[in-house]
């Protein structure tokens, strides 16, 4: 039995395994590595993920969901037609179709999965992130940050003695940073940083932007469409600018062509202030770890945003020598995860490295304190255990009654990074009782527990009576009960999910009708019929004529493509 | 157990044969296998680094604060005990680095060569853009961090900026709230110290005239006019095109009741920028000092001119009139001053009073007679109001006194009180005559 690693992206999602002490990226049914994290509903009903529904974000994009991710561990609500679905449901559908990527391609069941997520992912979202592979039918054994799956991509292939990483992942709609020290075996995890709101999509947003601004446009009387055909030519001319100089950007809007010439060097100054915000979560990370760029022996790219040239100048020149980039940066993430998987496996070749990991923020607790005119000051953040801490990790504070003959003490349980409780997030709360005494007599002993897998285990002694109360932490308003997950289980299980193996026609239907929406005229009877033709072809199933008619269709829509480009 | 038993070696500093020890301790109690095991490896692991590092910590902590004072060191020890005693106060604790040494050789003299080339050149150095740019874009990560926290000793050293770039600096690295930083207020409060009437095309030492400057406006700001007037002559050897320098010296030279020569400065300073009116303030009141009004005036008519309502002008205006005795004039400005100014000004106030006691002297009997015109007037009015009162009466009583001859009892009575009522009346009217 294997267990596959996933790499459960924002904008795209890869699988991968560890074969013959190799690890492979699984192709999906186009035989592509990447399958954008994408989910639409179609006019049956049926769900389709990947490409084919990304291509659908244009022709239909109200029936179409993309960078759910970022709405994880949230009550969000996607409407697609007749269903309702939360982040955590649409993951489980890209999910699902991977692992029967996955499946088709070992040729056999696939039960459990190393998923990876963003180092500043919280409980809440990691939760989320477990309970999406349950409901694709995948028991999560490990979730693993995606800086750290990285990391153990690259540390294989470096065996020598102590070395030190830094971890630039920028990915579509997510920024991390992370800083590793690998010695005798020990991959440490020495400090993570991020953003969860800065990646390539806002490169993108950035070229939209610029473009609506030359030609005075105003975004708001845009429709959904024309804007997501925009967004496509933003994304296309940031992926011809890696290797040109010079791209264009055009559109039709209402009936009127507009065209946008951009260089490398204009896209630089437009993207000035993303570029900026990189540097915050760098500093930080530096300095959490106490490293200097001298001390680091490599600084490794991922995700496909650090293909962009001015990502890499700007790295070369803030870090003052050149990244490495030598493992695709797309799929550095979901490589890392195989191998973690097949470490979790404890496979014989990888028995040896032991991989320390670090809390991504920190955690504490809500004290009162007396300020210096001896008044009560409450609603102040207490850090037990605090940001970059080796996991697992166990941290025990006494707190005292701030009052005479107090007889609860409410232990509020905060993650964040203020000293005002009020702008950290608020996990739970637990409420012991002491025997009541004069004002700091009584005292609790609090001991916070963070486990590898993130779960945080609360417990709080009486000092007096030793009584303890413990509690791990859930965040109530999102997290399912059991059978709650099981109904919305045998709920989801009705929705049909697009056959596999009609993966590619779909693709080619919904590409087939995007083209037709973007073009005119002669071009757009010439996709009408060979749109209709294919259908007809489609009802004869055939299977060697169908394949033989994709092939065709493929080539021409390409073609059509390229031109209208 | 002791950390070194735990770890299973002896007591060392070196920090490479803990870490092996430590690996091979974390491969018999795996994280996942033995998390307790492993939490004792690792506090054991973590403490005996601290031990090997801190030894060597000390050495290198005297060559961050190298060539600063003892005081300086003392100061930042003690900032930070308080900041690990008091955890609550900021997370981004102040750390010992251990490799401090080795980092700064090489940081340090990479980023001093950027940042003095950009401070040396007085042209860019005056451009925010340009400091923008060398935050932004021209420093690595290294150069950064150790620019932030070297950022008080090197604008110590480096302070002649514009305002707009110290703005820029304090947003970047809060500079101001830095005790060590000697030149909070100039980050603070813009005092307008200009850096555009430096010409890039004359062959001047603009950086040793700026330092010049500065310190003028530091001496200055502190109270030592002498001091700023010695600074300011020798600016003005160096460069004699910046009104700012010639202001302060004649500012101080005022201060100093050097009347004459302040007003040779600040002439010399309007010549350059006729658009500061303090210069124009400072010559009036010197000129007033002096004993010129007339010269005077005319600053402060100039002054109001551009701004109607600036009371400093106003004031001067009120005392080189009344010193002119134009009186009449004086009254004018003086009751806009009264107008604008909530509080008034005492100097103002007894000129004024003054004024009015030699007003109403000089024109003592006018105002005599001008209240004897007024009363005489007042009981003028006062007797033809009586004549029209006693018509009145008549023309109403004259029917009343036909109907009453139709009574000839009661008419008779009603007609004697009225004729005894009129002859009264009469002759009251006579006596007011």
């Known amino acids: 039995m294997s267990i596959i690693g996933i790499d459960l992206g924002t904008t795209n999602s890869l699988v991968s395994c560890f074969i013959n002490n190799e690890c492979v990226i699984i192709p999906n049914a186009l035989q592509e590595k990447l399958t954008p994290s994408v989910v639409s509903v179609d006019e049956n009903g049926e769900i389709l993920v990947g490409r084919a529904a990304k291509e659908r974000l244009i022709t239909h994009p109200h029936l179409t969901a993309a960078a759910f991710k970022r709405y994880m561990g949230t009550n969000k609500k996607y409407n697609l037609g007749k269903y309702t679905f939360t982040p955590t449901e649409l993951s489980s559908f890209v999910l699902r179709s991977l692992k029967a990527d996955a499946e088709a391609f070992l040729q056999k069941e696939i039960t459990e999965a190393v998923i990876s997520v963003p180092a500043y992912f919280n409980d809440q979202q990691r939760r989320a992130t477990k309970q999406a592979g349950e409901m694709a039918g995948l028991k999560v054994e490990r979730l693993i940050n995606e800086p750290t799956a990285a990391a153990v991509a690259y540390g294989l292939h470096q065996s020598d003695s102590e070395r030190n990483f830094l971890v630039f992942d920028l990915g579509g709609g997510t920024f991390d940073v992370s800083i590793l020290e690998l010695f005798d075996d020990i991959m440490e995890v020495k400090a993570v940083a991020g953003d969860n709101y800065l990646g390539g999509e806002d490169f993108d947003q950035c070229l939209i932007d610029y473009f609506l601004k030359y030609h005075k446009l105003n975004k708001d009387i845009l429709d959904l469409k024309t804007l997501s055909v925009l967004k496509k030519q933003a994304e296309g001319c940031k992926i011809a600018l890696s290797g040109l100089d010079r791209h264009e950007m055009n559109c039709t809007i209402n009936g009127k062509d507009y065209i946008l010439q951009i260089t490398n060097s204009e896209f630089e100054t437009l993207a000035q202030d993303l570029l900026q915000k990189l540097k915050q979560p760098l500093q930080r990370a530096f300095r959490d770890s106490n490293t200097y760029t001298d001390d680091l022996d490599e600084i490794i790219m991922v995700g496909g945003a650090t293909k962009m040239p001015i990502i890499r100048s700007f790295a070369a020149k803030y870090f003052g020598r050149l990244p490495l980039c030598s493992i695709n940066p797309d799929e550095v993430v979901a490589y890392g995860a195989g191998v973690y998987a097949a470490m979790k496996e404890r496979n014989e070749s990888l028995k040896e490295t032991v991989l320390t990991d670090v809390c991504p923020y920190t955690l504490g607790t809500e004290v009162a304190t007396y300020n210096e005119f001896g008044e009560i000051v409450e609603g102040r953040f207490y850090p037990i255990i605090e940001r970059n801490t080796i996991l697992p990790c166990s941290r025990v504070e006494r707190f005292y009654t701030m009052y005479d003959f107090q007889t609860v003490i409410r232990v509020g349980v905060y993650q964040g990074e203020s000293r005002m409780v009020e702008n950290n997030i608020k996990l739970g709360e637990l409420e012991v009782h002491v025997p009541p005494e004069l004002r700091g007599k009584s005292a609790v002993d609090v001991r916070y527990t963070y486990d590898i897998n993130g779960i945080l285990e609360v417990e709080v002694k009486s000092v007096s009576t030793g009584e303890v109360t413990r509690k791990v932490i859930l965040k109530n308003e999102c997290t399912l009960t059991e059978e709650e997950v099981e109904a919305r289980l045998k709920e989801l299980a009705e929705i049909k999910i697009h056959p596999r193996e009609n993966a590619r026609n779909r693709y080619l239907l919904a590409k087939g009708e995007r083209l037709y929406e973007e073009t005119l005229s002669d071009v757009r009877t010439q996709i009408a019929q060979a749109l209709e033709h294919f259908e007809a072809v489609l009802d004869r199933q055939n299977r060697e004529e169908i394949e033989a008619e994709a092939e065709r269709l493929e080539k021409f829509l390409n073609r059509i493509e390229e031109w209208e480009k | 157990m002791d950390i070194w038993s735990i770890l299973g070696i002896e007591k060392t500093s070196d920090v490479k044969e803990i870490k092996r020890a430590y690996a091979k301790a974390v491969k018999k109690c795996h994280p996942e296998d033995d998390p307790e095991g492993f939490m004792q490896i690792r506090k054991a692991y973590e403490e005996a680094l601290e031990q090997a590092q801190t030894g060597r910590g000390n050495m290198e902590f005297q060559v961050f604060v190298n060539n600063s004072s003892k005081s300086n060191l003392d100061y930042f020890e003690d900032n930070f005990i ?272 003054k004024y009015e006691n030699e007003r109403l002297r000089g024109r003592l009997r006018k105002v005599i007679k001008y209240v004897k015109d007024v009363n005489y007037k007042i009981s003028t009015e006062h007797s033809i109001l009586s004549n029209i009162l006693v018509f009145v009466y008549c023309t109403v009583l004259i029917p009343i006194l036909v109907i009453s001859i139709f009574m000839p009892f009661l008419g008779l009575i009603f007609a004697g009180i009225i004729i005894a009522f009129y002859i009264i009346k009469y002759q009251s009217n006579k006596k007011n005559y």
């Open chain 2, 82 to 353: 308080e900041t690990v005693s008091k955890p609550e106060e900021t997370f981004d604790r102040v750390r010992i680095r251990s490799n401090r040494e080795k980092y700064s050789s090489k940081v340090k003299p990479q980023l001093l060569e950027k940042v003095e080339l950009l401070y040396n050149d007085i042209f860019r150095r005056r451009d925010v853009k340009c400091w923008q740019d060398l935050l932004n874009n021209e420093l690595t990560i290294d150069e950064y961090h150790y620019l932030a926290e070297n950022a008080w000793n090197f604008f110590n050293n480096n302070y002649c900026l514009p305002y707009e770039v110290w703005k820029l600096i304090d947003a970047e690295f809060s500079i101001s709230e830095d005790p060590r930083f000697r030149w909070a207020k100039f980050v603070m409060f813009d005092f307008g110290l200009p850096f555009d009437c430096f010409d890039p095309n004359l062959d001047i030492d603009y950086s040793s005239y700026a330092k010049f400057r500065f310190n003028a406006f530091e001496v200055f700001g502190d109270g030592d006019y002498q001091e700023t007037v010695k600074l300011a002559q020798d600016a003005e050897k160096i460069y004699n095109g910046d009104y700012f320098i010639y202001k302060i010296k004649g500012i101080s030279l005022y201060f100093l009741h050097n009347y004459d020569q302040a007003i040779e400065s600040l002439s010399k300073a309007l010549s350059l920028n006729d658009n500061d009116l303090e210069l124009l303030l400072y010559r009036g009141n010197a000129f007033f000092k002096c004993g010129q009004y007339k010269k005077a005036s005319v600053d402060f008519k100039i002054v109001l001119k551009k701004e109607k309502d600036n009371l400093e002008a106003l004031k001067g205006m009120i005392m080189c009139l009344c010193n002119m005795k134009k009186y009449g004039l004086a009254d004018k400005y003086f009751r806009n001053f009264i107008e604008k100014s909530s509080v008034g000004d005492i100097q103002v106030n007894i000129l004024f009073e």
